[in-house]
């Protein structure tokens, strides 16, 4: 329809004596020719009008050749708007998708957001725990070490009165260090037997506390208390007799040979335990003594004479004769 309408207009004009258009120009008519196509209230033949002052204005043209180039310019604007048109449709159907898309995608981002935040508050308080319990660690092995050099203090201390000890609370002291397998041989080094014992450090400090501990509860009961003993013992005059024993705490102790015979007061020295010669001591007054605490005599008042310090010469005395008899 559009070639009928440029061919008649190009006729009725004589446009063989015009130049022909060139393909702007037709390009920009057609547009303006399916403008109003698409609107048909708009009048025609202000289109044609405008066609034929613009043609009047031109030099020189071939009816033919612009009638043929204005139909394929036709058809190209048309497909061109098809195609416009098939994209917004296609737009118009593919935008709630897409949209959905987009929503889920924020909603995914925001929530991988939470995740890292919860992540990193997990972290930090991860760090700042390991943090608190290497600070715990650090301060327990402190301690650790303190009380580990506090014990092997204390059992050096022990080891170096253990000889001054009443000798059935020494030998209870020996008794209970064999058992828990600590060598107490070298002051300076407090330590679990080793071929005894495969304890690490910790079992060992724990095990060479609770022998400090049992051993000053036997010093604090021994201490508390008055005891008698029947023993054997070498006795001043260089025999192994057996004897009863009375200590009064861990400090002051007597004993008597069962004929009667021999009596001698127990002190504690500085080289060890003594037992030495008391003149003023009777073997009756041991013996009164040994019976009110077995029950076979009735509880009364006894005086037991002892002496302020060792007796120097009867403890010379009596090295001589234990180093005679371990000779």
Same mark, same amino acid.
């Given at each position: ?43 025609? *033949? +202000? ?5 034929? %002052?613009?043609? &009047?204005?031109?030099?020189?043209? !071939? $009816?033919?050749?612009? =009638? ?35 929503? *889920? +995608? ?5 929530? %991988?957001?939470? &995740?890292?935040?919860?992540?990193? !508050? $997990?972290?930090?308080? =991860? ?201």
């Amino acid at each position: 329809m559009v070639s009928r309408i440029i061919t008649g207009v190009c006729c009725s004009l004589n446009l063989n004596k015009f130049r022909p258009l060139n393909g702007r120009e037709l390009f920009y008519f057609m547009k303006m020719f399916y403008f109003c196509y698409k609107k048909p209230k708009t009048n025609i *033949l +202000l289109v044609c009008q405008s066609f034929v %002052l613009l043609l &009047l204005s031109v030099q020189g043209a !071939s $009816a033919q050749g612009v =009638v043929a180039e204005s139909d394929d310019l036709v058809t190209q604007w048309i497909n061109l708007e098809q195609q416009s048109n098939a994209l917004n449709s296609h737009w118009i159907m593919s935008k709630p998708v897409l949209e959905q898309r987009v929503e *889920l +995608l924020k909603r995914e981002e925001l929530q %991988l957001k939470s &995740l890292l935040s919860a992540d990193h !508050s $997990a972290t930090t308080q =991860v760090e700042a725990k390991r943090s608190e319990l290497l600070a715990l660690q650090n301060n327990m092995e402190s301690e650790q070490t303190t009380l580990s050099q506090w014990v092997d203090g204390e059992l050096s201390q022990a080891q170096r009165i253990i000889e001054q000890l009443p000798p059935p609370l020494a030998k209870s002291w020996w008794a209970a260090i064999k058992e828990k397998k600590i060598n107490l041989q070298s002051p300076d080094s407090m330590s679990v037997d080793p071929a005894n014992s495969t304890v690490n450090s910790i079992d060992t400090t724990s095990s060479k506390l609770e022998l400090l501990l049992s051993l000053y509860l036997q010093l604090n009961e021994f201490e508390q208390r008055v005891s008698s003993y029947e023993t054997q013992i070498e006795t001043l005059d260089g025999e192994v007799r057996l004897v009863k024993q009375l200590y009064l705490g861990i400090s002051r102790g007597w004993y008597v040979t069962l004929d009667s015979l021999n009596v001698a007061e127990g002190v504690s020295t500085a080289t060890g335990w003594r037992w030495q010669v008391n003149e003023s001591l009777a073997p009756e007054t041991i013996e009164t003594a040994l019976m009110m605490i077995a029950h076979k005599k009735e509880a009364n008042f006894i005086e037991l004479p002892f002496s302020l310090t060792a007796d120097v010469k009867q403890t010379q005395i009596q090295n001589k004769v234990a180093g005679a008899s371990d000779e």
